[in-house]
């Protein structure tokens, strides 16, 4: 399409059009939160819809409640789809292909991505998929986060793209392999039709929107739209100082071996071209916090949203970022290296890139968030008569304290940057798995220092209501704290412990943990980081300080031994 014809559409048209095509999505988002069994899901969001192109299978318009990382990674999804089509007669109306592959598809093994494509005049126009976070799909560990996988099937059962829908009819085969593969086939089944209706409800409203303002119209529309995504991100750009912007951030270990990994990127600005090389990145490790290319695309992709989020969420976004990943990297890994940590290692990507950019531009730029979702799984087995004997799995990610920046203080008790989740209600997890939450609250000295003081983490104490129960954790900023910017101060690091026969441990490795044993009223705690702060602390007001004094903000962070 030329910029003639691009430039031709109606600015207010184009404003209404885009307008209808996030609410197809949104649409997309809702019906899953409200259909699907899983609380990770129905609760916390952690999925996303949105519509890709036929030919190149680039992002053209996402929902605004779902995940910004599964948009980045989605792209690739449908690439991976359409490819694995082509060699058994193609994409066809009315089929719908399935996986879970993190290589292809991006993040790790929960994630099942969905695509369907969509088809005007026995045309293909564009895709639809969907992509949720399954509650449990096989492994060696309920929930699936393993911090002791050093290859991918101790993860989760492995999906190659298939097709679970053929002419719109379940293929039940496929069905069986997946629910043969979990701890938790009814939740299974809920959240596969959840996605699935997700589906059929996004093709009828693409169907009705194409009706009333006709194929060629909506073509145009998208094309523009990512045009102008590219433009805006040009003119950012340029607008920043040319030069070379390094910074290196640490992983604690990845649950195998108890050695620090660096993420490293030396971002160079030129005129209207951004270039991210992480040449300088660790090598890809033996346990489970590689993380492929196609979900180090999509990170970088989250971060350029928050350091420009004016600009339209489409694949223009990345028109004018260069990308340097050499392959065998901790952040370009391959198959069979393990990936089911990925969450720590982009939001460590997410971090270096918003360090790097207040080099060239502090007022941009944000301090850095606490850097881990902290995954808990808690699991075991019902012993009450009406229960007896059923499995039960709880796992949840917890929140901290973002980072401040030049408008103000970070944000407390947030969730991570790589998304627009929320963090599970205790209410909602009370009643769904037998536990009880003894502490759920700031943590009191926990944000960095600074002009803008970053946002405090959180403290959860969880204690188990059954007789035993196996638990785990996967998280990191257990000794590398989350930095600040312009002058400001690092946030509090990590604190994971558990209880056993009335004292307080913490794992060897800090973060990451398995084999933890739990008996009736015992507890574990998690004590998240704060957000790291922004400039001089001596700039913070006289009566910024008292109004932090007064709310508790500010007294000492609390270690894993306060309390107990």
Same mark, same amino acid.
Request: charged share 20%; aromatic share 6%; proline share 7%.
């Given at each position: 399409m030329s910029e003639t014809q691009i430039e031709s559409m109606d600015p207010v048209t184009l404003a209404v059009l885009k307008g209808r095509l996030e609410q197809i999505a949104d649409e997309m988002d809702a019906t899953l939160y409200r259909s699907a069994f899983n609380p990770i899901i129905a609760e916390a969001h952690d999925a996303c819809h949105g519509l890709y192109d036929a030919i190149s299978g680039d992002t053209l318009v996402q929902g605004k409640s779902g995940l910004p990382i599964f948009v980045g990674v989605m792209a690739f999804a449908v690439r991976a789809a359409a490819s694995a089509a082509g060699p058994r007669g193609g994409m066809k109306d009315g089929d719908t292909w399935l996986f879970n592959d993190p290589y292809e598809g991006g993040t790790h093994a929960n994630d099942f991505k969905l695509v369907r494509p969509f088809f005007r005049d026995g045309k293909l126009f564009c895709y639809l998929a969907s992509a949720a976070h399954w509650h449990d799909v096989g492994g060696a560990v309920p929930g699936n986060y393993n911090p002791a996988a050093t290859e991918c099937w101790q993860e989760a059962v492995q999906i190659p793209p298939v097709r679970i829908q053929r002419d719109g009819v379940l293929v039940d085969d496929v069905l069986a392999i997946l629910k043969a593969n979990t701890r938790l086939p009814d939740s299974l089944w809920g959240d596969l039709n959840a996605q699935l209706a997700a589906l059929e409800l996004g093709a009828k409203r693409l169907a009705g929107l194409l009706d009333e303002y006709g194929d060629a119209?909506?073509?145009?529309?998208?094309?523009?739209?990512?045009?102008?995504?590219?433009?805006?991100?040009?003119?950012?750009?340029?607008?920043?100082?040319?030069?070379? /912007?390094?910074?290196?951030?640490?992983?604690?270990?990845?649950?195998?071996?108890?050695?620090?990994?660096?993420?490293?990127?030396?971002?160079?600005?030129?005129?209207?071209?951004?270039?991210?090389?992480?040449?300088?990145?660790?090598?890809?490790?033996?346990?489970?916090?590689? *993380?492929?290319?196609?979900?180090?695309?999509?990170?970088? /992709?989250?971060?350029?949203?928050?350091?420009?989020?004016?600009?339209?969420?489409?694949?223009?976004?990345?028109?004018?970022?260069?990308?340097?990943?050499?392959?065998?990297?901790? *952040?370009?890994?391959?198959?069979?290296?393990?990936?089911?940590?990925?969450?720590e290692t982009i939001l460590r990507m997410i971090d270096v890139i918003f360090s790097a950019a207040a080099k060239a531009d502090p007022k941009r730029a944000v301090a850095q968030a606490y850097g881990t979702i902290n995954a808990l799984s808690l699991a075991g087995h019902r012993t009450d008569a009406a229960r007896k004997g059923q499995r039960w799995v709880m796992f949840s990610f917890f929140g901290g304290g973002h980072g401040g920046h030049s408008q103000g203080d970070g944000l407390n008790h947030g969730n991570a940057p790589i998304s627009t989740a929320t963090i599970p209600p205790l209410e909602i997890l009370e009643a769904a798995y037998p536990v009880r939450f003894t502490q759920w609250a700031l943590r009191d000295g926990s944000g960095g220092d600074g002009e803008h003081r970053g946002g405090l983490g959180a403290i959860y104490e969880i204690e188990l209501l059954e007789e035993d129960a196996d638990v785990f954790v996967f998280g990191e900023r257990g000794r590398s704290a989350p930095k600040g910017i312009a002058g400001g101060g690092d946030g509090a690091l990590n604190v994971f412990s558990y209880e056993n026969a009335g004292k307080w441990h913490e794992p060897p490795m800090a973060s990451k943990m398995v084999g933890i044993k739990l008996s009736r009223g015992e507890r574990v705690r998690l004590q998240t980081p704060g957000g790291g702060g922004y400039g001089d602390p001596h700039q913070r007001s006289k009566k910024q300080h008292e109004s932090d004094a007064a709310m508790g903000y500010t007294t000492k962070a609390k270690t894993a031994g306060d309390g107990a």
């Open positions: 119209l909506m073509q145009q529309a998208m094309g523009e739209l990512r045009q102008r995504a590219l433009r805006l991100m040009r003119s950012h750009i340029s607008g920043l100082p040319d030069g070379l /912007y390094s910074f290196d951030d640490m992983l604690d270990n990845d649950g195998v071996v108890d050695k620090p990994l660096t993420i490293a990127l030396d971002m160079t600005i030129k005129g209207e071209r951004l270039t991210l090389d992480f040449s300088r990145t660790a090598p890809a490790c033996a346990g489970p916090v590689n *993380i492929s290319r196609a979900t180090a695309i999509a990170a970088c /992709y989250v971060a350029l949203k928050h350091l420009f989020p004016d600009v339209p969420a489409n694949a223009g976004v990345l028109d004018a970022v260069d990308f340097v990943l050499p392959d065998g990297l901790v *952040i370009s890994a391959a198959r069979p290296r393990p990936v089911g940590g990925y969450t």
